[in-house]
């Protein structure tokens, strides 16, 4: 599934199509995708396809198209402190860039069918907190990912504000997901060949959108042999934030404000306009016509569309001279690490700040 959209040289390119292809339509939505390097997700030796609008897959670890992504993450209508269940959550690129929206106060809760892709997506996770400027330019809420069949799903557990499914659901598993959602939320799955937008508007009431024609991967189902019951899924708990925890928030917080309004200019996010493309144009051969003056006969060029396309061209051309080089973007500094690293402070209360990242 995919191809709706051109490939990209890299992720900002790829953002660039999504946006003009309106699959990716707001602000916060944008922010997230061009935060997450969608590359990261990709083993090494595949890179060189991430920027496709395509999806992939490798043994267990999957990922949906980005034109997927894109809607999946607009119908989803994210806000700060929400709850979310990503119903198999894979290499955790959805649940990070959901992560960057919903804030520190959010839940962020991922269930996946292979302990193999879980252990993948802890490490990109991992390697994102450590390494990414992105962790520090956001209120992060981090992932939390456990193995086992979404299908198996503990009858006590609680219910979410936000719930994706990335994988096929049959008609008789609807109802199933539908009461892991509260009132007033949101759920996005694919549903008949259907990407399906269902919002609970009360204990017994659902709303649905189809959002897009999708192929997916159904839904494995546990097979249960004779006396043998499944093993029900425990998902992880709400936990509450300890005091030093939520004080590494308001201190970070506080100090990105002033490092945003100290720099303003580093903080402008919006992409250098591409290259107008010149307008195709058809080439025809030149035609002379003639005519008679007195008793001789004199050919008479005609403009063709030949002429009127290299008089385009040239002028073009001429613009494009008067247009000054685009410099190349500097690389951009970290000016939150920069402002902790320089505080009268412990060096071991700096690293705790800086959630004991290298860089």
Same mark, same amino acid.
């Given at each position: 599934?995919?191809?709706?959209?051109?490939?990209?040289?890299?992720?900002?390119?790829? %953002?660039?199509?999504?946006?003009?292809?309106?699959?990716?339509? /707001?602000?916060?939505?944008?922010?997230?995708?061009?935060?997450?390097?969608?590359?990261?997700?990709? !083993?090494?030796?595949?890179?060189?396809?991430?920027?496709?609008?395509?999806?992939?897959?490798?043994?267990? %670890?999957?990922?949906?198209?980005?034109?997927?992504?894109?809607?999946?993450?607009?119908?989803?209508?994210?806000?700060?402190?929400?709850?979310?269940?990503? !119903?198999?959550?894979? /290499?955790?690129?959805?649940?990070?860039?959901?992560?960057?929206?919903?804030?520190?106060?959010?839940?962020?809760?991922?269930?996946?069918?292979?302990?193999?892709?879980?252990?993948?997506?802890?490490?990109?996770?991992?390697?994102?907190?450590?390494?990414?400027?992105?962790? $520090?330019?956001?209120?992060? +809420?981090?992932?939390?990912?456990?193995?086992?069949?979404?299908?198996?799903?503990?009858? $006590?557990?609680?219910?979410?504000?936000? %719930?994706?499914?990335?994988?096929?659901?049959?008609?008789?598993?609807?109802?199933?997901?539908?009461?892991?959602?509260?009132?007033?939320?949101?759920?996005?799955?694919?549903?008949?060949?259907?990407?399906?937008?269902?919002?609970?508007?009360?204990?017994?009431?659902?709303?649905?959108?189809?959002?897009?024609?999708?192929?997916?991967?159904?839904?494995?189902?546990?097979?249960? /042999?004779?006396? +043998? =019951?499944?093993?029900?899924?425990?998902?992880?708990?709400?936990?509450?934030?300890?005091?030093?925890?939520?004080?590494?928030?308001? %201190?970070?917080?506080?100090?990105?404000?002033?490092?945003?309004?100290?720099?303003?200019?580093?903080?402008?996010?919006?992409?250098? &306009?591409?290259?107008?493309?010149?307008? &195709? +144009?058809?080439?025809?051969?030149?035609?002379?016509?003639?005519?008679?003056?007195?008793?001789?006969?004199?050919?008479?060029?005609? $403009?063709?569309?030949?002429?009127? +396309?290299?008089?385009?061209?040239?002028?073009?051309?001429?613009?494009? =001279?008067?247009?000054?080089?685009?410099?190349?973007?500097?690389?951009?500094?970290?000016? !939150?690490?920069?402002?902790?690293?320089?505080?009268?402070?412990?060096?071991?209360?700096?690293?705790? !700040?800086?959630?004991?990242?290298?860089?």
């Amino acid at each position: 599934m995919g191809g709706a959209v051109s490939a990209g040289e890299d992720n900002d390119d790829l %953002i660039d199509n999504l946006k003009e292809a309106q699959y990716i339509r /707001t602000d916060r939505v944008e922010q997230a995708f061009r935060a997450i390097d969608r590359g990261d997700y990709y !083993l090494d030796s595949y890179r060189d396809n991430a920027y496709k609008d395509l999806a992939w897959k490798h043994g267990n %670890i999957h990922l949906s198209a980005p034109c997927i992504y894109s809607e999946v993450m607009e119908a989803l209508k994210l806000q700060q402190g929400l709850s979310f269940l990503n !119903l198999g959550s894979g /290499t955790g690129y959805l649940s990070t860039m959901v992560g960057l929206i919903i804030g520190p106060f959010g839940v962020n809760h991922g269930v996946e069918l292979h302990k193999d892709v879980v252990e993948y997506a802890k490490e990109r996770l991992d390697e994102f907190i450590k390494n990414s400027d992105s962790f $520090d330019r956001f209120e992060f +809420c981090e992932p939390h990912f456990v193995v086992g069949n979404c299908l198996e799903i503990s009858s $006590d557990s609680h219910q979410y504000d936000r %719930i994706y499914c990335g994988a096929g659901v049959q008609k008789d598993h609807e109802n199933y997901m539908k009461i892991l959602l509260k009132v007033g939320g949101i759920l996005v799955m694919p549903i008949e060949d259907q990407l399906t937008q269902i919002t609970r508007t009360g204990q017994s009431s659902w709303e649905s959108k189809n959002i897009l024609a999708v192929s997916f991967a159904p839904l494995v189902q546990q097979s249960r /042999t004779e006396g +043998c =019951k499944p093993e029900a899924v425990v998902l992880p708990p709400l936990s509450v934030r300890t005091l030093q925890d939520l004080a590494r928030i308001y %201190i970070r917080r506080t100090l990105r404000i002033l490092t945003n309004e100290e720099h303003p200019a580093r903080n402008n996010t919006q992409r250098v &306009p591409q290259k107008r493309k010149r307008r &195709p +144009c058809r080439r025809r051969r030149r035609i002379n016509t003639y005519v008679f003056v007195g008793n001789q006969l004199i050919p008479q060029p005609m $403009d063709s569309e030949d002429d009127e +396309c290299i008089e385009e061209e040239s002028k073009e051309e001429e613009q494009e =001279k008067d247009i000054e080089p685009v410099k190349p973007e500097e690389p951009r500094v970290n000016h !939150l690490r920069d402002k902790i690293l320089s505080l009268p402070l412990p060096e071991s209360l700096k690293a705790y !700040l800086l959630f004991y990242r290298e860089k």
